[in-house]
T-cell receptor, first 113, second 113 residues
């Protein structure tokens, strides 16, 4: 059974600081997604990571994937208040005709002035 | 282009009632899925479909039925609502092929009393 663990689950940081959210998963997969969710809203796609060593950046967020270590990171650079949200990683277990995403429990990020 | 449309946005049911949550997408996506989101649990896959006429169970399928008669629509039926089905339900779709992320609907907040 695939397990996806995010840490930390809660993160409070000051504006201007850097931090990393970690996503570990327990079985082989080479596709991983990061999503953002604002309170009461739907999920917004941030990154799609498709292979070992993949790195993608958008603004102050950078995501990477190490399939050998079964680890993805979401790095936040010089945080601003607008980044406050819950961030989810999701591991794609689609194989043999299935279509399954397994989500982590999410990291609730609060950026304080 | 409306994306993924879910109706209703809010619903209150009495225990034992049945209902159908609607999901429609206008992007001609092959893959569609239903997830439920509960506090502190992330999102969990209920059912998914890889094309019209093809459906399969996800992680938490009990108490739910689906069908996929067209590419556009993927309704979720609650057979006999229970308080444990109180949750926020998200429908998602994606196109066939690597590199495509999931597009999520705005969600249905369901309360079973």
């Amino acid at each position: 059974e695939l397990k996806v663990e995010q840490n930390p689950l809660f993160l409070s940081m000051q504006e201007g600081k850097n931090y990393t959210i970690y996503c570990n998963y327990s079985t082989t997969s080479d596709r991983l997604y990061w999503y953002r969710q604002d309170p009461g809203k739907s999920l917004e796609s941030l990154f799609v990571l498709l292979s070992n060593g993949a790195v993608k950046q958008e603004g102050r967020l950078m995501a990477s994937l190490d399939t050998k270590a079964r680890l993805s990171t979401l790095h936040i650079t010089a945080a601003v208040h607008d980044l406050s949200a819950t961030y989810f990683c999701a591991v794609d277990m689609s194989q043999g005709g299935s279509e399954k995403l397994v989500f982590g429990k999410g990291t609730k990020l609060t950026v304080n002035p | 282009n409306a994306g993924v449309t879910q109706t209703p946005k809010f619903q209150v049911l009495k225990t034992g009632q049945s209902m159908t949550l609607q999901c429609a997408q206008d992007m001609n996506h092959e893959y569609m899925s239903w997830y439920r989101q509960d506090p502190g649990m992330g999102l969990r896959l209920i059912h998914y479909s890889v094309g019209a006429g093809i459906t399969d169970q996800g992680e938490v399928p009990n108490g739910y039925n689906v069908s996929r008669s067209t590419t556009e629509d993927f309704p979720l039926r609650l057979l006999s609502a229970a308080p444990s089905q109180t949750s926020v339900y998200f429908c998602a779709s994606r196109a066939f092929g690597l590199g495509y992320g999931y597009t999520f609907g705005s969600g249905t907040r369901l309360t079973v009393v």
